[in-house]
C-alpha cells in the first residue's frame, strides 16, 4: 500500500484557516486521496476524498498537487469542534480496504 | 441517519478467554471492517469482508477471526484473549465501490477491551 506522510501535531487558533499537509510520493494513478479525523472517544469519520482535480465539500476543501505528490486538506475557519487526529489516506482503485497511518493531531486555541 | 453499532463501549476479559466482539451496521453496506487502535500505532486493519460469508485478511490477522453470517452484522472473534489484545477496536462498513469509485467508510463508537 503507498504510504503517506503526515506531521504528528499542528495547532491553529480559532476562526482561522487551517491547512493540514499530507505527502504521498509513491501514490500510483489509480489511487484516491482521502481524508478521515477522529475526534476525542469517537470512531473516525469521512472528511473529503479526491483524485486529481481540488474537491471542495461542507466540511473541508482539498487542494491536489499537479503531480499528486501532495495534497493539503484546508478548513476555512478552524472552531474548537475541528480539534482532531485528521488522517490522510490512499486508496487503492478497485480496492476497498482504507490502510490508515499516524495522522495528525489538530489542537484549536480559543 | 447511518448507523453502524458496536455491541460494547466496555470490555474486560481474563487472558484465555473466548471474546466475541459485535458489529451491526442498518445501511445495507456490502463491505465490513474490523480495526484496532492503539496509541503511537495507529489504527491497523484486522479483517475485512466484502460480502456473507466471505472475508479477507488485513494487516494483523493473528489471533483474530471473524464471522459474517448476515449482511448486516460482522463479528470478531479471539480464540484466547491475551494481554496484547487489549486494544480500542473499532468496526466500520461501506458499499462496495465500483472499480475506481471509492466508498465511504462508517464507523462504529468502538469497543475497548482490556484483558487482565
Known amino acids: 500500500d503507498a504510504k503517506t506522510t503526515q506531521p504528528n501535531s499542528m495547532e491553529s487558533n480559532e476562526e482561522e484557516p487551517v491547512h493540514l499537509p499530507c505527502n504521498h510520493s509513491?501514490?500510483?494513478?489509480?489511487?484516491?486521496i482521502h481524508w478521515y479525523r477522529q475526534l476525542p472517544s469517537q470512531g473516525p469519520e469521512y472528511v473529503i476524498h479526491g483524485l486529481t482535480s481540488n474537491v471542495n465539500n461542507r466540511m473541508a476543501s482539498l487542494a491536489i498537487a499537479e503531480d499528486r505528490k501532495s495534497s493539503t486538506l484546508i478548513l476555512h475557519r478552524a472552531t474548537l469542534r475541528d480539534a482532531a487526529v485528521y488522517y490522510c489516506i490512499l486508496r487503492q482503485g478497485g480496492s476497498e480496504k482504507l490502510v490508515f497511518g499516524k495522522g495528525t493531531k489538530l489542537t484549536v486555541n480559543p | 441517519d447511518v448507523k453502524v453499532t458496536q455491541s460494547s463501549r466496555y470490555l474486560v476479559k481474563r487472558t484465555g478467554e473466548k471474546v466475541f466482539l459485535e458489529c451491526v451496521q442498518d445501511?445495507?453496506?456490502?463491505?465490513m471492517f474490523w480495526y484496532r487502535q492503539d496509541p503511537g500505532l495507529g489504527l491497523r486493519l484486522i479483517y475485512f469482508?466484502?460480502?456473507?460469508?466471505?472475508?479477507e485478511k488485513g494487516d494483523i490477522p493473528e489471533g483474530y477471526s471473524v464471522s459474517r453470517e448476515k449482511k448486516e452484522r460482522f463479528s470478531l472473534i479471539l480464540e484466547s484473549a491475551s494481554t496484547n489484545q487489549t486494544s480500542m477496536y473499532l468496526c466500520?462498513?461501506?458499499?462496495?465501490?465500483?472499480?475506481?469509485?471509492?466508498?465511504?467508510?462508517?464507523f462504529g463508537e468502538g469497543s475497548r477491551l482490556t484483558v487482565l
Open positions: 469482508s466484502y460480502d456473507v460469508k466471505m472475508k
Open positions: 445501511m445495507d453496506h456490502e463491505n
Open positions: 466500520a462498513s461501506s458499499f462496495n465501490s465500483g472499480k475506481f469509485h471509492p466508498g465511504e467508510l462508517f
Open positions: 509513491t501514490i500510483s494513478g489509480t489511487d484516491y
